[in-house]
């Protein structure tokens, strides 16, 4: 009997008209540019700003919800997509080789550290550890990088994030911490390639840093090569930026110019210049949310080499979540070099507990009628007890 020959895999056909309706028009789109920076005839646009954050057609020859490149065969933007069709699995399978098992709520990883910077001045600099901006300057320097694509500010506003390149130690620092607002750090891939780069990191929270390994997987072609290695950022939401103005300034009378840090660790946390320190309850800033992150189901970035995040008892160190082969080799050699110290996570109980718990709960928002695989394995809320 002749054998059966294996079935072809099937042509991928899928452009901006899927794109717009299965994702943006659904309310799935995080804004996360993956399909902006990679369309290879520049026709998705994107603008910035509060309120948008989202991606629209430039042409208008079939509408806005159609695209003429895509009717002659582009399919890129799908490609790139991080919430078109099945992406967790097809992310999964690029990074890891296997789907996640049903309990791996939090994703696939192969150590869980607290790590710090061991130079004093990121460690300051840092939002947590410093640990990104100590692997960034470490990149660049052993040669892994030649830029990365991360979250600066406006000059005239130092809290309306940005996204920007850095090369240096010096940028790195600058655009060190941690802002609430959305940045969408691919944007910054223009300006990279007019400066030449091409073996960049990107920086950014999960909605971001899965765009690259599913357009690995989905043979997105050149446009995915400048991406070497991706550092996610754990994250429940982001905030409109009107959040400064008709909360933080209007109620507390605290202006924006005069926040030095923030930070949220189960209320929101603001330092002042002037040395006082404020808390604000998390419920309060909660009609804030950007819409854009209210179906995302990925709080601990869960396909980048290396996740972190600020959850656990010490404030100063970066939980380390690394999950590629490419992870480990990393953050074992910034280990040796003395670039970072380290300790086994595992040994803090709340914080494995609070990562557990906060995937579950950005997971619970993932929409039933979407791609089911994404709720595999999401236990259903308790029950309250009165
Ligand atoms: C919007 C947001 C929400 C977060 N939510 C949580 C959370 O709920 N729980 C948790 O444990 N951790 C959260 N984090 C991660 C945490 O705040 C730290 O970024 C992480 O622990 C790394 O700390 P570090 O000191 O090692 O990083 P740093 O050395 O301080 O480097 C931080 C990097 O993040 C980039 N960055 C800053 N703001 C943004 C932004 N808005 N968008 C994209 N990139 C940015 C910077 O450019 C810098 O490269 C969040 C981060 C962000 C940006
Ligand atoms: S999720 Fe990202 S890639 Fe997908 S449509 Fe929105 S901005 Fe584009
Ligand atoms: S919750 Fe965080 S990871 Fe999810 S879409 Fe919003 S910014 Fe992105």
Request: hydrophobic letters at 35%.
């Amino acid at each position: 009997m002749t054998p059966e020959a294996p079935a072809k895999a099937e042509r991928w056909t899928a452009q901006w008209k899927e794109l717009y309706e299965q994702v943006i028009e659904t309310g799935l789109c995080t804004g996360c540019a993956g399909c902006v920076v990679t369309c290879p005839h520049d026709v998705i646009g994107y603008e910035h700003e509060e309120g948008k954050y989202k991606p629209f057609h430039l042409e208008e020859e079939l509408g806005l919800s159609n695209c003429i490149h895509g009717e002659k065969g582009c399919t890129t933007c799908t490609r790139a997509c991080p919430r078109f069709g099945s992406w967790e699995s097809a992310a999964n399978l690029h990074l890891f080789g296997r789907e996640r098992k049903d309990d791996e709520m939090a994703g696939i990883w192969e150590q869980l550290l607290l790590t710090r910077a061991t130079d004093k001045t990121t460690h300051e600099k840092g939002q947590d550890g410093g640990f990104v901006s100590a692997m960034l300057v470490w990149l660049l320097d052993n040669g892994y990088i030649d830029g990365a694509l991360v979250s600066g500010v406006e000059h005239d506003d130092a809290w309306k994030a940005k996204p920007v390149v850095v090369r240096n130690r010096d940028e790195v620092l600058a655009t060190a911490g941690s802002r609430y607002t959305y940045c969408a750090n691919p944007l910054a891939l223009r300006d990279a390639k007019e400066l030449g780069l091409s073996r960049l990191a990107l920086v950014g929270m999960g909605c971001q840093t899965s765009s690259p390994p599913v357009m690995w997987d989905r043979k997105a072609g050149k446009v995915s090569k400048p991406f070497q290695f991706t550092i996610g950022l754990l994250c429940s939401k982001t905030f409109d930026d009107a959040i400064f103005p008709e909360l933080f300034e209007a109620k507390y009378g605290l202006n924006k110019q005069d926040m030095l840090k923030m930070n949220i660790k189960g209320v929101f946390q603001i330092w002042m210049k002037d040395g006082s320190y404020h808390e604000i309850d998390l419920k309060e800033c909660h009609q804030w949310t950007r819409t854009g992150c209210k179906t995302c189901p990925d709080f601990a970035a869960e396909h980048s080499d290396i996740a972190t995040g600020g959850i656990g008892k010490d404030n100063d160190w970066t939980l380390t979540i690394v999950r590629t082969k490419l992870g480990v080799e990393v953050v074992e050699r910034m280990i040796r070099d003395g670039v970072i110290e380290s300790k086994p996570a595992q040994d803090d109980e709340v914080a494995m507990k609070l990562l557990r718990t906060l995937s579950i709960v950005s997971r619970r928002r993932w929409p039933e009628w979407a791609e089911k695989s994404v709720s595999v394995g999401v236990p259903p809320p308790k029950k309250k007890t009165t």
